[in-house]
């Protein structure tokens, strides 16, 4: 079963407002990921942030974790239309190997 | 670098046809993985490899088989291909287990339909 769940699955706002989703996932982790992937592309690589930390920024992004909820949140602030894409948290528990589980996303439409 | 390439783009077979889907990478990245995306299910991990010569199952590894004979390439081969496994098929690669090593670099998706 997925490890990561994303909330909501889909959100609808206007250009310059913030969009926030959440992600919850069942196990123990060594850090998660935020990826962003457009209509019939490839995932891209966002923002990663570890077990230790508790909140990071890039640029409009803002990623907080709790992990005492087992829980992040990705804020992307004053919006665009470009930002329009699927939304994707990945849970990485490494215990020998390395495994990766993805959520099934959070699709936004940012509207102009 | 041209980054993780994946052939074909797009492939339509009948059941019980076999095909190898291509994945490769120029980045020396030592984990490489395969993930299959279906609709509302996100992305779900087939098989995935640590260094040449070593593969490992994922989530869902039924029907599928890989191998990894050299760090650039990772190829997945249906055996027997079935309606159940048309999707999007997504390679993937990051330089090492290390810590701060796991971006995962992704291609462009393979879409497959089976008949």
């Known amino acids: 079963s997925q490890q990561g769940e994303e909330d909501p699955q889909a959100l609808s706002i206007q250009e310059g407002e913030n969009a926030t989703m959440n992600c919850s996932y069942k196990t123990s982790i060594n850090n998660l990921q935020w990826y962003r992937q457009n209509s019939g592309r490839g995932l891209v690589h966002l923002i990663l942030i570890r077990s230790n930390e508790r909140e990071k920024h890039s640029g409009r992004l803002r990623v907080t974790l709790d992990t005492s909820k087992k829980s992040s949140s990705l804020l992307i602030t004053a919006s665009r239309a470009a930002d329009t894409a699927s939304y994707f948290c990945?849970?990485?528990?490494?215990?020998?190997?390395?495994?990766?589980?993805f959520g099934i996303g959070t699709k936004l439409q940012v509207i102009p | 670098n041209a980054g993780v390439t994946q052939t074909p783009k797009f492939q339509v077979l009948k059941t019980g046809q076999s095909m190898t889907l291509q994945c490769a990478q120029d980045?020396?990245?030592?984990?490489m993985s395969w993930y299959r995306q279906d609709p509302g299910m996100g992305l779900r991990l087939i098989h995935y490899s640590v260094g040449a010569g070593i593969t490992d199952q994922g989530e869902v590894p039924n029907g599928y088989n890989v191998s990894r004979s050299t760090t650039e390439d990772f190829p997945l081969r249906l055996l027997s291909a079935a309606p159940s496994q048309t999707s999007v098929y997504f390679c993937?690669?990051?330089?090492?287990?290390?810590?701060?090593?796991?971006?995962?670099?992704f291609g462009p998706g393979t879409r497959l339909l089976v008949l």
């Open positions: 980045m020396n990245h030592e984990y």
């Open positions: 993937a690669s990051s330089y090492s287990l290390a810590l701060s090593q796991e971006t995962q670099y």
């Open positions: 990945a849970t990485v528990f490494r215990r020998g190997y390395q495994k990766v589980t």
